[in-house]
């Protein structure tokens, strides 16, 4: 066992660290009697038993507080929960807040000691390896607001802190690696020995060796912890613990919590960090190596992500240590030590615009009965990491068939949609943007005066393409996964794209002008489907008859779009869409005959409230399943793959 002091006068502690200690704790709280221990679902699952056994054992009086999961928990509800619990059970200032759990308990459950009846004593048992050598160390409490993180917290040490490493053992991988930016961060800011001792036992350290974990904890704890003692609440030299942050939080916010986890994050703003401390003439080409090095060895992210740079200037202009339009930058000088730089907001800008890497590009899809917005990250033609879809319902193609030109509303709601969009664009600091226009703007009268009115309103450039670029785009984007010859088939509203071919190239491509709105607007308007079935049937069949030179050809037929994916979003009854569950699903035809039946069975207003179905979609999809098993029928097929990636993907890798 070891123990890391950390002196700060009366408000001194230890913090102590074993392998397989967990079930001691009671051991060490002498002067408690009255405990509320404070975890989560998880964790508690795994741990809780043991710690309140090893508390009841000690004759304490034990009250148990569990959350569920996730960051969204900390935060003032759950504090105002914890509050109540421990009010109703008589919690008085002599009593213990014990957390367990990772630094999300770890900061609520510090938070909640602060400010309950003034403050009241708390003890952490940090179970991440984060919250091991991070959030548990330091005081440094807090709980997030709807506006942003840790906006609302105190600087309030524990009396102990009881760190496990045995735990780390059910930790997910991801976990692991998050924790591991910290303590290599811990290494390039303030010892270069760490550093070695880091790299030469990098083996026994993804192995989880216990002896090589303690003493790593222990090193990063006894860091943070000298850190923390010259500077308690953050006037000068703690702030070194924030190298990578400033870059950090603007990938943590632009990317909604949602894509970086923080460590991952931390691991990125060191990159830029070290790239930038080596273009303003701070540190050189070895510092960089260095910390590549030992990023490398761990598997942590070092993309440099390119945003659009005035979102992302704002952005750490808004951040707590920026001061007077300077930048503050934790910049290392070399392994070992770092400190705090003022960058003018010219030389960053100079700085991150000479910089290549992977780019955030947005695709926005106009069709006839949606519009869709694609967030990823891009390199080299390549999606790295898919951000975000939208999809709105716009009918923009709403009577354009009868009429030849789109209507007045159905431009307004589509102008409405793209301003939506554009806003979402701005808020993930999108880089590059492609708009492109198909079916229904292809066909009306109007389309130029629709895309100027895009133009004016939104400042968005469109293009309106072909079909057979669209029926290329959405091959492309499906492609990468099959090497197989496939066909190809997108059904949209307004028109369908099949395409045959393989990796070499494609040796079919055809846009027929057969869709979903378009069906339904022409038969069945008043959702009456069997009326009009077979008159709608023969129609498809006509207009399709060019699709029957495919049937000689051998192929796995691959579905793409809204129409096809939500045929398994139904039959699995998903209550929410599982992008992972539908990729690659082989739909039968009778699965697909069933879900027909399953529509046709219910009113409009019952399908819009169908498990799996998009209500927005209710109106088309009895026209769309059509689509689909009409489609098979000609081709001969009576299995469909089911690909996520469409036209979206497609325009993603082309996007410049
Ligand atoms: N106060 C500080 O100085 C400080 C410093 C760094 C981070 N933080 C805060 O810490 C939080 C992030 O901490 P985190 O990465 O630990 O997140 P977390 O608390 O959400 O834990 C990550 C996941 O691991 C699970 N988990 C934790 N221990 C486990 C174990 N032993 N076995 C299995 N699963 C386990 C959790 O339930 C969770 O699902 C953020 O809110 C951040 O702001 C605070």
Redesign the pocket.
Known sequence: MEKVRVSLNENSYDIIIGDDILGNIGKNLDKYKKVVLIS?E??GK??SETVIKSLKDEGKEVHYFELP???KY?SIDSALKIYDFMLDRNFDRGCLVLSL???????LS?YVAATYMRGIDFVQIP??L??QV??S??G???I?LPKG??LIGAFHQPKLVYIDTN??N???ER?IK??LA?IVKHSIIYSKDYYDFLVDNADKIKQLDSETMIEMVRWSCEIKADVVSKDEKEMGIRAILNYGHTFAHAVETLGKYEIY???EAVSIGMKIAALLARDIGIAGDDLLAAQDRILDIFDLERAVIIYNEDTLVELMKKDKKAKNNKLKFILPKQVGSAEIFDVSEEDFRNFYRKQNGRKIKAVIDIGTNTCRLFIAEVEDGKILKKYKKFMEITRLGEEVDKNGYLLETAMDRTVETLKQFSEEIKAYGVKELMVHATSATRDASNRDKFMKFVKDETGLDVECISGEEEARLSFDGALDEFSDDIVLVDIGGGSTEFIHGNKSGIDYLKSFNVGSVRLKEKFFKDENYKLNMQVAKSWVEKELEGLRVLREKEFLLVGVAGTITTQVSVLKEMEDYNSDDVHKYILKKEEVESNLKKFMELSLEERKNLKGLHPKRAEVIVSGTLLVLWIMEILNKTEIIVSENDILEGMMKKVK
């Open positions: 989560n998880t964790v795994l741990y999961d996730g960051e900390k759990g990772g630094g999300v308990i770890c900061d510090g179970t991440s984060l919250a991070d959030a160390v330091g440094k409490v807090a997030n993180k840790n735990v780390i059910t930790l997910s976990d998050t924790g910290e986890r923080h460590g």
